[in-house]
T-cell receptor, first 111, second 112 residues
Framework: EDKVVQSPLSLVVHEGDTVTLNCSYEVTNFRSLLWYKQEKKAPTFLFMLTSSGIEKKSGRLSSILDKKELFSILNITATQTGDSAVYLCAANAGNNRKLIWGLGTSLAVNP | SQTIHQWPATLVQPVGSPLSLECTVEGTSNPNLYWYRQAAGRGLQLLFYSVGIGQISSEVPQNLSASRPQDRQFILSSKKLLLSDSGFYLC???????????FGPGTRLTVL
């Protein structure tokens, strides 16, 4: 059965800290790995990763995929209170039209 | 650019009442459309998806149904709501590559 597992489930840090969020996956015919940020509303798209070892970067956020070990990480440097959110990871299995979602990591950044 | 609309934003309904949530997409043609439900503190549960008008795939047998009467319109319905139908309902669309999905603002449904 296809599955995506995120860790940790919850994390509390202080402003300025660097955090690493983990996402491991087991899906048939893996196609891509996606990261989303969800505040108290709908998820917003962050990154899509399809190739191993190529870092995607947007400001203080970056992500990389390891297709051999079947995982991805999302890094946030110099965290700010506005980074507080649930970060969701999803895998696209190419043979169907669905995303397989993890449960998310809830990040709280304290001032 | 593409935009996705959902309404209403918040809904409080009594048990046993009907439900109709609507989602529309602008700025794209023939999108794949999805309905998700997210319970408090839980992940996204895919309810239905559609690859074209009148084509609906159901992921979880339950008290809900979906319809796609027009290319960019997706409707989630129920004839009689249950308490367990409470949650945050999200509509999403994706292009022909089936990769990234983009979400509407969501509807918070409370069934009392």
């Amino acid at each position: 059965e296809d599955k995506v597992v995120q860790s940790p489930l919850s994390l509390v840090v202080h402003e300025g800290d660097t955090v690493t969020l983990n996402c491991s996956y087991e899906v048939t015919n893996f196609r891509s790995l996606l990261w989303y940020k969800q505040e108290k509303k709908a998820p917003t798209f962050l990154f899509m990763l399809t190739s191993s070892g190529i870092e995607k970067k947007s400001g203080r956020l970056s992500s990389i995929l390891d297709k051999k070990e079947l995982f991805s990480i999302l890094n946030i440097t110099a965290t700010q209170t506005g980074d507080s959110a649930v970060y969701l990871c999803a895998a696209n299995a190419g043979n169907n039209r669905k995303l397989i979602w993890g449960l998310g990591t809830s990040l709280a950044v304290n001032p | 650019s593409q935009t996705i609309h959902q309404w209403p934003a918040t809904l409080v309904q009594p048990v046993g009442s009907p439900l109709s949530l609507e989602c529309t997409v602008e700025g794209t043609s023939n999108p794949n459309l999805y309905w998700y439900r997210q319970a408090a503190g839980r992940g996204l549960q895919l309810l239905f998806y559609s690859v074209g008008i009148g084509q609906i795939s159901s992921e979880v047998p339950q008290n809900l149904s979906a319809s796609r009467p027009q290319d960019r319109q997706f409707i989630l319905s129920s004839k009689k709501l249950l308490l367990s139908d409470s949650g945050f309902y999200l509509c999403a669309w994706s292009g022909v590559s089936y990769n990234e999905q983009f979400f509407g603002p969501g509807t918070r449904l409370t069934v009392l």
